[in-house]
């Protein structure tokens, strides 16, 4: 025998199913969404590397030591930091999808043979991603039967091949032949009086022909770039989005809060220099 209840108890038995599931959900989500999303979004530090030598009498402003690098990477570790892709940033700027709780971007400018030689068995070694961009023109030089030294190549093609192949590694664009700082552009930023149509057609050759290069072979197209120098102009940004770039690196230092897909250009880096401990080139950065 079955029992029929008034249509108001059912309706309010049913309410009550709906606020309880809907109370569940929420507190569900809320216990698994990983802490350090909100709606503001979320800090990014990025570091820029350039050079790795083990000669003492190179290090500098842009060169420091494989001991140094590696020092850094088992120190964000022990502070319980993540390296992430530059594919990751922007997954998470267009479709909020998770990170780490305290994810860090290292970055690679120029494309030098001691990337291969050092960085990339010290970030296989630690477990670690970087973004390695490079500049076209002298990895078709250094592709070719010529002098090289590693205080001063550039990676060949065929070890760009070999790091894209990898999971810890993501190369991407630092133009073709536009890493210039007192030639006739200053990097790829927008000459004096320059028509925006000159300008698109300029930007859009060199990058674009790089782009083709690196998506020949290695059969992926970088969605990253590099300023040359930091010479960013507000009028590079829409050209780069027609080629596929999401994400550009400048050189102001700072950190970035990434919060939409248009927060991901220009993001600000802070340059690793030799001279100072992990722990106090970091100190100021992590706080």
Request: proline share 4%; hydrophobic share 35%; with cysteine.
């Amino acid at each position: 025998m079955s029992i029929k209840l008034p249509y108001k108890i059912l309706s309010g038995l049913a309410a009550v199913i709906l606020v309880a599931c809907l109370c569940f959900y929420s507190e569900h989500q809320i216990k698994s969404a990983p802490a350090n999303q909100s709606a503001e979004g979320i800090a990014v530090p990025v570091i820029m590397y350039h050079h790795i030598l083990e000669q003492s009498k190179r290090w500098g402003d842009y060169v420091i030591s494989p001991t140094q690098f590696q020092n850094d990477l088992k120190y964000l570790k022990e502070q319980g930091y993540t390296t992430v892709s530059g594919r990751q940033i922007i997954d998470y700027a267009e479709r909020r999808t998770p990170l780490p709780k305290k994810p860090i971007l290292i970055t690679f400018d120029d494309g030098y043979e001691s990337s291969y030689q050092y960085a990339y068995p010290i970030l296989k070694e630690e477990n670690c991603k970087a973004i390695i961009s490079i500049i076209g023109k002298y990895s078709d030089y250094y592709s070719g039967s010529v002098p090289k030294d590693i205080s001063y190549s550039h990676m060949n093609w065929g070890q760009i091949k070999e790091l894209s192949e990898s999971s810890f590694i993501e190369i991407g664009n630092h133009t073709y032949d536009l890493h210039e700082a007192n030639g006739s552009r200053k990097g790829c930023r927008i000459n004096k009086g320059e028509s925006l149509a000159d300008y698109h057609a300029a930007l859009s050759e060199d990058i674009g022909m790089l782009q083709d290069k690196i998506n020949i072979i290695t059969k992926i197209k970088p969605v990253t770039f590099a300023y040359p120098f930091g010479f960013y102009c507000k009028e590079s940004e829409p050209i780069l989005k027609q080629m596929g770039i999401k994400l550009t690196l400048g050189c102001e230092e700072g950190i970035t809060t990434v919060n939409s897909a248009d927060s991901l250009y220009n993001m600000k880096r802070y340059n690793r220099a030799h001279g100072k401990s992990s722990e106090a080139f970091f100190k100021t950065i992590l706080s």
